[in-house]
């Protein structure tokens, strides 16, 4: 079982954020197109078998041959096009919208074969299809012909099945013996529960009541020394101090030296990290995380 703070708008792909709850979980039943290493930057291709460009405007993207969706339906081009075009058309309000409107045109050249023409050359463009947007997603046309009974009832191509779902409280998911990926996934099934409180959150990682959940590191201290947990920071997330900039950011000197303090090295590792070993007072990449790829070095031009 796995824990998370909110709850999700559903399973179609069109209403799924990028950075809103439930990504991790729709992921599990649709699979990506795309991934993407943050680290060595590396995009690889799940669903997709390869994307590539020779001028960074005309990207194809082939498909894996053979890949279908739990309802038995193909995992082609035509499948992949239906699913852009609900993010892209004009009364959607898709968080890949943004994403895609460099794209100029995109069609079939393929059985398994998608051209996409950009209106400038991008090298980043496979990033669309990865987890940072919803655009990677792909659900089975025939059942988004009712995307209401789709939203609560999805059929993917990913390595779970839903089994059940109670909005705000427990999602089940079992595994998908047809998974394109053979050999996976490894688990019967995910439980993934709604537990908001933060505290609430930690007493059941205690417990041993659920296995897996995000915690904050200012409980690091609190939790670490269980013999039934064990902290892995999270790599990637950042703690991030945002001024009023209609105020005149910095203007005032009490301002600038409450900022200086937060950012000290002993201030900074009691409060963004308990206290806790998992970090030695290195301010060299805040506002990162310790491990953050950011902070990697090289990755980043100087």
């Known amino acids: 079982e796995l824990a998370t703070g909110a709850q999700m708008p559903g399973f179609d792909p069109a209403k799924v954020g990028s950075v809103r709850p439930g990504t991790e979980k729709v992921g599990q039943v649709h699979d990506f197109l795309m991934d993407n290493d943050e680290v060595s930057g590396e995009i690889t291709p799940p669903l997709a078998e390869s994307m590539t460009s ?84 792909i659900g089975s046309p025939q059942a988004l012909a009712d995307p209401v009974a789709f939203n609560t009832a999805p059929v993917g191509a990913g390595p779970f099945k839903v089994e059940s779902w109670t909005p705000v409280d427990e999602l089940v998911l079992t595994r998908n013996d047809d998974y394109w990926d053979e050999g996976k996934p490894y688990l019967d099934g995910l439980v993934f529960r709604v537990l908001p409180d933060l505290q609430t959150r930690a007493d059941e990682l205690v417990s041993g009541t659920i296995d897996s959940a995000l915690v904050p590191s200012i409980r690091w201290n609190a939790i670490g020394a269980n013999a039934n947990v064990k902290i892995a920071p999270v790599e990637g997330i950042a703690q991030v101090i945002v001024p009023n900039a209609s105020k005149g950011a910095g203007a005032d000197e009490r301002v600038r030296t409450a900022m200086a303090m937060t950012l000290a090295g002993e201030t900074t590792a009691k409060v963004l990290f308990g206290g806790t070993e998992y970090w030695d007072g290195d301010t060299t990449c805040l506002p990162w995380a310790t491990g953050s790829p950011i902070c990697v070095e090289g990755s980043v031009y100087e």
């Not at 209106?119 to 496979?126: E, I, K, L, N």
């Open 54 to 137: 020779d001028d960074g405007i005309t990207w194809v993207m082939t498909l894996r041959d053979g890949v279908t969706f739990t309802d038995g339906e193909p995992l082609d081009a035509e499948a992949v096009l239906f699913n852009l075009q609900r993010h892209i058309a004009p009364d959607s309000i898709s968080a890949a919208k943004a994403m895609l409107a460099p794209v100029q045109t995109m069609e079939a050249t393929g059985e398994y074969e998608v051209t996409f023409t950009l209106a400038a050359p991008s090298g980043s463009f496979p990033l669309a299809f990865t987890w940072a947007s919803s655009a990677g997603l």
